[in-house]
């Protein structure tokens, strides 16, 4: 079993912090940093969709997306970044998931929220009228109700089936906008706050279900507090007519500043 040597890593990390902060020198780095090998799985918020700098794919993977600059930061002995622009449940449970083995050591994902239909509801709401956007938001929350547990219980289920030894972290996504913030125009507050609530609702049954399988869930609302759409200083994209596919997506910023840190702080 592998799992010592994550836990050998994050302890490696604190004792060099102990020993510098009671002066009794610089610890040298654990051999153990490199022996970490890294799955980075999911959907466009895990592929950095919205934050530039991207591979060239199909999937748009960005240097700056959270699990290419946890890479960059930690030196793992090996980083598979699998994580795909649009990919659902079944994407990952088909295409995904062969990255991983009895070696990994972490993984990471975000998925989900395009089995609710999240770019559907945004597309509603913003070119049709505020009965129609609250109606699919409604949908939306049906679904994650009805059907999105049981696709996640089945992504869950093999990705400890493959990996049966690694650290599970599972990313939800931000709220996305601040309510009576500074936008002037676009949709309604009263719209706003509806797209809010159908993100907490889908958070809330991520978590339950990652929980459930013993995985950590990585709670990105409180990292993007005062950083929504409407806030005077987002990390997440608003409408792009000049880029539709960057909507509604992390910035660069929203990466390093929103996502990052959560990931940090799960190990």
């Known amino acids: 079993m592998k799992m010592s040597r994550l836990v ?3 302890s490696s990390l604190l004792l060099g912090a102990a020993l510098a902060l009671t002066g009794a020198g610089i610890a040298n780095a654990d051999s153990s940093a490199a022996a970490v090998d890294y799955v980075a799985l999911g959907d466009s918020y895990s592929s950095g969709v919205g934050a530039g700098g991207y591979d060239g794919s199909s999937c748009k993977r960005s240097s700056r997306a959270y699990p290419a600059l946890w890479a960059a930061a930690n030196s793992p002995s090996s980083f598979d970044f699998a994580a795909c622009s649009g990919a659902r449940t079944g994407d990952v449970t088909s295409s995904q998931l062969g ?13 989900g929220g395009n089995d609710a239909g999240f770019a559907d ?19 939306a929350r ?28 599972v990313l939800g996504y931000p709220r996305f906008y601040q309510l009576g913030g500074g936008c002037i125009a676009g949709l309604s507050e009263k719209e706003r706050s509806a797209i ?37 200083n987002a990390w997440l994209h608003s ?19 929103g996502y990052l840190p959560v990931l940090n702080s799960a190990l």
């Open 8 to 10: 050998a890593f994050s």
């Open 99 to 111: 990255r991983l083995n009895a070696s990994t050591d972490l993984v990471s994902i975000s998925i």
């Open 121 to 139: 509801v945004m597309t509603t709401c913003v070119l049709q009228s505020e009965a129609t956007c609250l109606n699919r938001v409604a949908t």
């Open 142 to 169: 049906a679904y994650v109700d009805s059907t999105l547990p049981g696709r996640l219980d089945s992504v869950y289920t093999a990705i400890r089936s493959k990996a049966s030894s690694a650290q599970v972290v």
């Open 196 to 232: 809010n609530g159908a993100s907490d609702h889908l958070n809330t049954a991520t978590a339950k279900r990652a929980a459930d399988h013993g995985f950590t869930f990585g709670d990105v609302r409180t990292t993007f507090a005062g950083h929504e759409i409407c806030s005077g």
């Open 239 to 257: 409408v792009n007519w000049l880029n539709i596919g960057e909507s509604y997506h992390p910035t660069a910023a929203g990466q390093s500043g």
